[in-house]
C-alpha cells in the first residue's frame, strides 16, 4: 500500500507562489501516475494537474495554465505542485493523488481514475 503525504500549503497573499510537495512512502514504483485536486468549501473536489508516470505528460486544468507546474522526482518519489501568481479564487484544500499506471504516457484529470488520497493541505491566497 502506498502512503500519500501533503506538504507546503499556507497562507500567501496574491500573486504570491507556493510550492506544494507530494511523499509517496510504502510499497512506490516509478509506474505510478499522479494528479493534485483541490477542494474550496462547499464545492466539488476539482482537477488541477496531472502528470504521468514517467514524467512526460501533463496536463492541466484551464483555471492554472500558465500559473501551475506539476513535476515529479521519481528518485525521491515526490511529486511537486509549483504554483505561481497565486489568486484568491485558488484558496482550497489541495489533495494529491495516485494510482499504479504501466502505460507511463498516460494523465488522468478525473478524481474517479485514483484509487489512493493523501489527505490534502490547506492553501489560503489573501487578496
Known amino acids: 500500500q502506498v502512503q500519500l503525504v501533503e506538504s507546503g500549503g499556507g497562507l500567501v497573499q496574491a500573486g504570491g507562489s507556493l510550492r506544494l510537495s507530494c511523499a509517496a512512502s510504502?510499497?512506490?514504483?516509478?509506474?505510478?501516475?499522479m494528479g493534485w485536486f483541490r477542494q474550496a468549501p462547499g464545492n466539488e473536489r476539482m482537477f488541477v494537474a496531472a502528470?504521468?508516470?514517467?514524467?512526460?505528460?501533463?496536463s492541466y486544468a484551464d483555471s492554472v495554465k500558465g500559473r501551475f507546474t506539476i513535476s515529479r522526482d521519481n528518485a525521491k518519489n515526490t511529486v511537486y505542485l509549483e504554483m505561481k501568481n497565486l489568486k484568491p479564487e485558488d484558496t482550497a484544500v489541495y489533495y494529491c493523488?495516485?494510482?499504479?499506471?504501466?502505460?507511463?504516457?498516460?494523465?488522468?484529470?478525473?478524481?474517479?481514475?485514483?484509487?489512493?488520497w493523501g489527505q490534502g493541505t490547506q492553501v489560503t491566497v489573501s487578496s
Open positions: 493523488a495516485g494510482k499504479s499506471d504501466t502505460t507511463y504516457y498516460t494523465v488522468f484529470s478525473s478524481r474517479y481514475s485514483y484509487d489512493n
Open positions: 510504502g510499497r512506490t514504483s516509478s509506474s505510478y501516475a
Open positions: 502528470i504521468s508516470s514517467s514524467g512526460r505528460r501533463t
